[in-house]
């Protein structure tokens, strides 16, 4: 994960090892070093800008008067704007005062979301919670299957229209799963919905049906890391469409960059709660920023 980025950055920090106080000009020169590992990771433009801003400010302001010397203090400093740009605090999901909570998912086809129902579904359980996992993906004809294959893996709940009812409406059946849930005491219900290759008019606007009769406490855009920073033009379209609180990366395992996961929350404002790390179940964890930037700085 991220090899590329550790391994610019820690030539980055090798070549200010002995340095004493730094001058301006290497300020200058380490910030332009930065910048290139950070473009070479697939990184939005925007971001790598506030994130050179703030790095080249910081280290010019830098106490020299602290026990750390200046390529301890330029890592320092990497480290800390690496978890801001990654949003800071973990942020958990918010549970509704009165049961159940609904959690969307949406995302593009491929993207990772029925394996992430099933990873949520997993996690959720073992927090106390009692899942009900909901197949609203009406377009993939194996959609529903692949749930319920996710779910018993699980071992949660799945409410999905009953096999040989032809294609069925996904707005009813996300509509009725409220009041199914309801009735059968669960407490969380995680939506999955449909997703294209590209971003379609028409699902976007199921998806956004589907957010108007949910409700939901969360809506998660799931998007796969690989894809670099093309994740940001996704997840704008998605912020218009149907809007989200929360992101999960997927994939992780398989991003050697690390675009997605350093651009997404900076362009969208909205935090990244999950990550997923493998096909497994338990390839899964909250997403935590500082964990993340020392796993990056190595
Ligand atoms: P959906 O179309 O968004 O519902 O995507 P799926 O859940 O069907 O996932 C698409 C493919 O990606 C499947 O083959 C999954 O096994 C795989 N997949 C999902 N999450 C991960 C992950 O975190 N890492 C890896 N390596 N594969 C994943």
């Known amino acids: 994960m991220f090899e590329t980025l550790s391994?610019?950055?820690?030539?980055?920090?090798?070549?200010?090892?002995?340095?004493?106080r730094l001058s301006d000009a290497d300020i200058d020169a380490t910030a332009r070093e930065i910048r290139i590992a950070l473009l070479e990771a697939d990184v939005a433009l925007p971001v790598v800008r506030a994130f050179i801003d703030a790095v080249k400010e910081r280290a010019r302001g830098a106490d020299v008067s602290q026990a750390l010397n200046p390529a301890q203090q330029v890592v320092k400093i990497v480290n800390e704007e690496l978890i801001t740009i990654l949003g800071g605090e973990t942020r958990r999901i918010r549970l509704a005062k009165q049961s159940p909570t609904v959690i969307m998912l949406a995302g593009l086809q491929g993207a990772g979301k029925t394996t992430l129902a099933g990873k949520l579904g997993r996690w959720l359980k073992e927090q106390g919670h009692t899942p009900l996992l909901v197949a609203a993906d009406l377009q993939r004809p194996n959609a529903v299957n692949q749930l319920s294959i996710v779910a018993g893996q699980a071992g949660v709940d799945v409410y999905a229209p009953e096999p040989g009812n032809g294609i069925g409406n996904p707005v009813q059946v996300a509509r009725d799963s409220i009041d199914h849930a309801r009735r059968t005491m669960h407490d969380v219900v995680v939506v999955d919905t449909a997703g294209r290759l590209g971003i379609d008019a028409e699902l976007m606007q199921q998806a956004a049906d589907i957010r108007d009769v949910v409700q939901p406490d969360e809506t998660l855009f799931v998007v796969d890391a690989m894809i670099g920073q093309d994740a940001v033009t996704t997840a704008q379209a998605f912020q218009e469409g149907v809007g989200f609180s929360g992101v999960v990366l997927t994939k992780l395992d398989g991003d050697a960059r690390g675009g997605a996961a350093l651009s997404v929350r900076h362009v969208t404002g909205?935090?990244?709660?999950?990550?997923?790390?493998?096909?497994?179940?338990?390839?899964?964890?909250?997403?935590?920023p500082e964990r993340m930037a020392s796993r990056i700085l190595g």
């Open 270 to 288: 909205q935090p990244i709660m999950f990550a997923s790390t493998g096909e497994k179940l338990t390839d899964f964890d909250v997403f935590h």
């Open 7 to 20: 391994d610019r950055l820690d030539k980055v920090f090798t070549g200010l090892r002995g340095k004493g």
